[in-house]
């Protein structure tokens, strides 16, 4: 793997989302949500792709800053680019119809950009079973959960060890999986 271009990649995002914080009481700075889901590919699903980490690093930069796709291709080439456009959400759609097309969209995405997204789920949800984020009711949560796991049953059978770590955190949750409705709970 090539240090110098994931170093590159990191200080890129770390720029991109200096002002962001996480929505938790804490305030922790955003930049460590990508850099945690880059780590959950690395350590617990064992991907040392660096395209794939460096989509990681910059999964949210197009959806929640004012990153375009054409410079993520310029810095980091077309495939990285593709990954990060896979996995980034229509903000001028609603949430209820972005999270629709989310569990809709899901099983047709490389499987780069499943790992992407198991991996991004798995960091949140884990996220959520810390702290609940300010304004977060404990509905709004186990909502989350749910429509989670429908968003993680459309791409399963790309990662055992990351699905079975979101099975565990499900069944703590008491997310039954053979029984989530993909038309329910989707706000």
């Not at 040392?48 to 993520?72: G, M, R, V």
């Not at 780069?112 to 404990?138: F, I, Q």
């Not at 989670?148 to 791409?155: D, F, G, M, P, S």
Request: aromatic letters at 6%; proline letters at 3%; charged letters at 30%.
């Amino acid at each position: 793997m090539n240090c110098k271009e994931l170093i590159k990649c990191m200080h890129f995002s770390a720029i991109k989302h200096r002002s962001q914080r996480r929505k938790d009481p804490e305030k922790t700075p955003y930049i460590n949500h990508p850099i945690g889901v880059a780590y959950i590919l690395t350590e617990e699903a064992g991907i040392t792709d660096l395209n794939i980490l460096q989509a990681a690093l910059l999964h949210d930069t197009i959806e929640d800053t004012d990153t375009t796709l054409d410079e993520l291709k310029q810095e980091f080439g077309e495939e990285v680019a593709a990954i990060v456009a896979e996995v980034s959400d229509d903000k001028t759609l609603s949430k209820q119809e972005r999270k629709k097309l989310q569990i809709l969209h899901a099983s047709k995405a490389s499987p780069s950009a499943k790992l992407v997204k198991l991996a991004d789920k798995l960091y949140n949800l884990r996220d959520l079973n810390h702290v609940t984020p300010e304004g977060w009711s404990e509905e709004r949560v186990q909502e989350y959960f749910i429509w989670a796991a429908k968003v993680v049953n459309q791409i399963r059978g790309i990662n055992s060890a990351l699905e079975s770590s979101l099975d565990v955190i499900f069944k703590e949750r008491n997310v039954e999986l053979n029984r989530v409705d993909c038309d329910k709970h989707i706000s």
